[in-house]
């Protein structure tokens, strides 16, 4: 899919937060902007 990334929007934004279990934890982020692709295969192919 990232072949056929054709836009990239301008507002990108991250999220941080913690992952762990047991008083053990570790800092994790995710995020990104919006893309636009041109083609996609949702589900499988026929």
Known sequence: MLLKVDGVGSD???GVGFCG???QTAPV???G????VSEA???GAT
């Open 12 to 14: 990108f934004e991250m």
């Open 33 to 36: 902007p919006h893309v636009r």
């Open 41 to 43: 295969t949702v589900g």
């Open 29 to 31: 982020g995710d995020g």
């Open 21 to 23: 279990k047991s008083g």
